[in-house]
């Protein structure tokens, strides 16, 4: 999906995000706590209201559209209930009965509105549906209807990446007693990898093993950035040994050998930075279409070899995907150009983003960052306007 505007709001909290209109490539900038990672959260929340999650005090409006072109515009919002009731375990229905209900929900599929739901009922395509849940929206509750299924699987398709540890990023805390070697003989070809829902570490493996020409340019690409590494694999520990062996004897790790050292080097020794540049590289190429991926802090744990070499590979990027980044890098500012920037000002809970044209930002010979910087929206947060 890419998504090209969104309005977000939490009542419960009292925080609103006005209008922001995305890119394929946005970077939020900002002073520190002025809510740059809060929008990230926010976009994420839609996620998980589309996967039928209640919401607390949300209201939303998000205009998006699909991989085949459709555009589609979602809004609704949920009551806003006492936050000192926990909302824990859906399947008691005592508790159900306390989550946030669905005040009003509508969705536009290529301008015919699709759906027009009150606290009441539900009008699908103009008829009334049988009752449904109040609390669950129904990008979920009928996410198998045909034009309702292309909207829910967007909205999964929205990526909060976060690679800065290697072994929990490589998911060995979700998956232990796994038999790869049958997993590859299921995800055989570079499609159903890349349309897979595993994380990038099996991705890698199982691409290694159905398409070693495109695992080669990943690896090369890899090395290009650190060529003291001499050769990479995804492969089970040598660990035969270890009484752990039982327990990961199948599972995947990142390896790497680098020049002049004969023994290969196992993932919880690799530098972070390393490890994170190859999951995002891994991503690039092996994430579905129309994966939407929110990245904060974006230098996190990179090198500065790393943030030139990974911001020229999104950049460069000629797949259906849209990046969502914060940073507060002058490198990787400098280096996405000043239309993409999105600068964030807040006024006590309502955060606002400005185009860089609102402030002349690149329209001089000084560097467009040094201009940056040296706004006070930027050095305060606050909005002037």
């Known amino acids: 999906m890419k998504i090209n505007s969104i309005k977000f709001e939490d009542k419960s909290r009292g925080w609103v995000l006005e209008k922001l209109e995305l890119n394929k490539l946005t970077l939020l900038v900002g002073a520190s706590g002025v809510g740059k990672t809060q929008i990230l959260r926010a976009i994420m929340a839609l996620t998980e209201i589309g996967s039928g999650k209640s919401i607390n005090g949300v209201k939303w409006y998000l205009d998006f559209q699909t991989i085949d072109d459709r555009k589609y515009i979602w809004e609704g919002e949920f009551e806003v209930k006492d936050t000192s009731i926990f909302f824990m375990d859906e399947d008691d229905d005592e508790k159900q009965k306390d989550k946030p209900k669905i005040l009003f ?41 045909g ?50 829902d595993l994380d990038i570490t099996l991705k890698l493996f199982l ?62 020794r690799i530098s972070s930075g390393m490890y994170r540049t190859l999951m995002h590289i891994g991503e690039l190429y092996l994430c579905s279409e129309g994966t939407v991926f929110l990245i904060d802090e974006f230098e996190n744990s990179l090198g500065i070899n790393c943030i030139d070499e990974l911001t020229s590979d999104i950049l460069k990027s000629k797949r259906k995907l849209q990046f969502i980044l914060t940073s507060h890098h002058p490198y990787i500012i400098n280096n996405i150009h000043f239309d993409n920037w999105k600068l964030v000002t807040r006024k006590a809970g309502v955060v606002k983003t400005h185009n860089a044209s609102e402030f002349n930002l690149g329209n001089s010979k000084h560097d467009a960052f040094m201009q940056l910087i040296q706004l006070e929206e930027y050095q305060t947060g606050t909005d002037q306007q």
């Open 105 to 145: 929900e509508k969705l536009f599929v290529d301008g015919k509105q699709i759906i027009d739901r009150t606290a009441d009922k539900i009008i699908f395509e103009g008829k009334e549906t049988i009752k449904l849940s109040q609390f669950e929206s129904v990008i979920s509750l009928l996410k198998a209807e």
């Open 147 to 196: 034009l309702i299924e292309p909207a829910n699987s967007g909205l999964n398709k929205l990526s909060f990446s976060d690679q800065s540890n290697s072994m929990q990023a490589s998911g060995m805390f979700k998956v232990t007693m796994l038999n790869a070697n049958k997993l590859a003989k299921k995800y055989n070809t570079k499609i159903n990898i890349q349309e897979s």
């Open 207 to 268: 691409i290694s093993k159905a398409d070693k020409k495109l695992f080669n340019t990943i690896k090369e690409r890899f090395i290009d950035i650190f060529p003291q590494v001499a050769d990479l694999k995804i492969a089970p520990l040598d660990i035969r040994d270890n009484e752990m062996s039982d327990f990961f004897k199948e599972y995947p790790f990142v390896q790497i050998k680098e020049e002049g050292v004969d023994k290969w080097i196992q993932q919880n």
